[in-house]
């Protein structure tokens, strides 16, 4: 699709400097747009590349306008403005249209209006897909699962049987939903260790509006469910245990993990390979930075950080030399602190 100038502006809430009838067709950065483009502007290290961009026009605030010459949509906010247009200008294919006729689907299975459903997808016993429901090449929908409206599964999602997911989601490739929480209770027998499995007989609850990426894994609760609430975005390649339960609007990046019964608030942001332990609860608007390690409650919104940065490998080797010094620096610390208590006693007298 093509927009002019006054069309985007009038989408998005921005105002026009320049052509409003000029007409852009896709997105593009600063650096390598064309006439055709649209570009944005919204952190300071890309403001040298704004007075030499060939975009067609540039998403950008107020205050840089003066290095712009090219058309502009002057906006509050340029990164959600460049959002909003993206998902104007998307041209990411359809997931399926209509039902394949290679689809396995039960007759028990309730299926909404303007349903799509892929080649060899599976769709068990009572399943009950809303309306615009679409559901990808090879997806698995296991038995009295319930989908919400306009929720969207891309290729190869398994959603095991009787989860619930609301509407309007959107759930990428290769995700599975409600699989066994790692559940073992230890025994013995001759001295010898087993594990004993523990049937999980929860579920998944995920709200309306969530966001899952492709090879995510959330277990099903052991008894009581696991929770997604409404708004949570989470990125590729995480692993939420069972009975977890992830508040409102809180966004997870790739690769973390949050182990069983852990309780995260709303409005929460979890930058990568961070690891949550289980049995935790994390209080509203926290932030935790890359690779922290989270082991007791959170009670209090904050910024939190424990990953160590990377260094030259030569200092990281003074570092980890030092740090195995520490327990005979803090016994002779201890020792002179006891020393000096004494000789202050001493003095004293």
């Known amino acids: 699709m093509s927009y002019t100038l006054e069309q985007l502006a009038n989408k ?3 105002t026009v400097n320049g052509d409003p009838t000029h007409t852009v067709n896709s997105l593009a950065t600063l650096e390598n747009a064309t006439s055709t483009e649209v570009a944005f502007l919204s952190n300071s290290k890309y403001r040298q590349q704004l007075s030499n961009t060939k975009a067609g026009v540039v998403i950008l605030h107020q205050e840089v306008l003066v290095d712009c010459k090219t058309n502009a949509l002057v906006v509050a906010d340029p990164y959600l403005a460049y959002a909003k247009i993206a998902q104007l200008l998307d041209t990411t294919p359809a997931v399926a249209i209509g039902i394949h006729p290679s689809a396995v689907i039960a007759e028990s299975a309730v299926i909404g209006d303007n349903v799509s459903i892929g ?3 599976v769709i068990e016993d009572n399943v009950e ?3 615009n429901v679409i559901i990808g090449a090879g997806c698995f929908i296991g038995k009295s699962t319930k989908i919400g409206s306009a929720t969207k599964l891309w290729a190869n999602v398994s959603i095991y049987h009787q989860i619930i997911i609301g509407q309007s989601c959107l759930i990428q490739a290769n995700t599975v939903i409600g699989s066994d929480g790692f559940g073992y209770a230890p025994a013995s027998q001759d001295k010898v ?10 579920s998944v609850i995920i709200g309306n509006n969530v966001e899952i990426g492709a090879s995510t894994t959330i277990d099903r609760g052991a008894l009581d469910n696991t929770e997604i609430h409404d708004g949570v975005i989470l990125d590729n390649q995480i692993q939420i245990a069972h009975n977890v339960i992830v508040g409102k609007n809180t966004a997870m990046a790739a690769c973390s993990v949050i182990a069983g019964s852990s309780i995260i608030g709303k409005h929460c942001i979890i930058a990568g390979l961070v690891g949550i332990n289980g049995h935790i609860t994390v209080a509203d608007g926290c932030t935790f930075t890359g690779m922290a390690m989270v082991t007791k409650n959170i009670k209090e919104a904050g910024v939190y950080s424990s990953g160590m940065p990377a260094a030259i490998n030569k200092e990281w080797n003074k570092t980890n030399a030092r740090v195995k010094k520490l327990d005979n620096v ?3 610390v201890k020792k002179l602190e006891k020393q000096l208590a004494e000789l202050e006693k001493t003095h004293c007298k």
């Open 12 to 14: 998005i809430g921005a």
């Open 330 to 332: 803090f016994a002779r």
């Open 193 to 202: 260790q087993f594990w004993h499995k523990i049937p999980q007989l929860g």
């Open 119 to 121: 080649a060899n997808a």
């Open 129 to 131: 897909l809303a309306d």
